[in-house]
């Protein structure tokens, strides 16, 4: 039986680590795609990036992993990370990177909490980029619970909101 202590609600995710086969061709991906900052790297072992110059948000490493596989489907491990954007436009612009770069996308769904993009990196391990809608406007139930459901995004409607600097 599990009691009834609540973690407080001020608690966030700070950041994740990912071992990774090659530590360039995830910065690349994560730094060079993604937009992330480098803010401190050791040697060919270990990386760590951040948004806003946060000491950082993902650290990549190779120390159980250089030149490895991925773990095999139907194995237990990371699902994805998830990337909170601030908000509409900043998730279409980084999608529309991600598109212009090659990456393929996995799915685009509608939450309605949330709106989210799923990928890969470099390494199989799953990436969602998304964004929240204001509380206010999701779904509930008439018993006022969360109603979150999976529906198909409108792609191409959030690409139009990309920001270009061109």
């Given at each position: 039986m ?5 973690i ?6 700070g950041?994740v ?22 803010r ?10 951040s948004?806003?110059g ?28 998830a990337i ?19 990456v ?15 990928l ?7 990436v969602e980029l998304?964004r929240?809608?204001?509380?206010k ?8 619970n969360?109603?979150m459901?999976?529906?198909?995004l409108d ?12």
């Amino acid at each position: 039986m599990i009691d009834e202590y609540k973690i407080h609600p001020g608690v966030t995710i700070g950041h994740v680590h990912l071992k990774v086969a090659d530590l360039n061709r995830s910065l690349a991906f994560y730094c060079g795609i993604l937009g992330f900052e480098l803010r401190q790297r050791f040697g060919s072992q270990a990386a760590f990036i951040s948004a806003g110059g946060y000491h950082h948000h993902i650290g990549l490493n190779t120390w159980e992993s250089l030149g490895g596989q991925p773990p095999p489907p139907r194995t237990t491990g990371l699902y994805h990370l998830a990337i909170l954007f601030p908000n509409r436009a900043q998730l279409a612009t980084s999608v529309a990177r991600v598109l212009r770069a090659g990456v393929e996308l996995e799915g685009a769904t509608d939450h309605g909490v949330s709106e989210a993009i799923y990928l890969r990196d470099p390494d199989d391990n799953g990436v969602e980029l998304y964004r929240d809608r204001p509380q206010k406007e999701w779904p509930l139930t008439p018993e006022g619970n969360l109603a979150m459901y999976t529906r198909a995004l409108d792609l191409d409607g959030l690409l139009k909101e990309a920001i270009t600097t061109e």
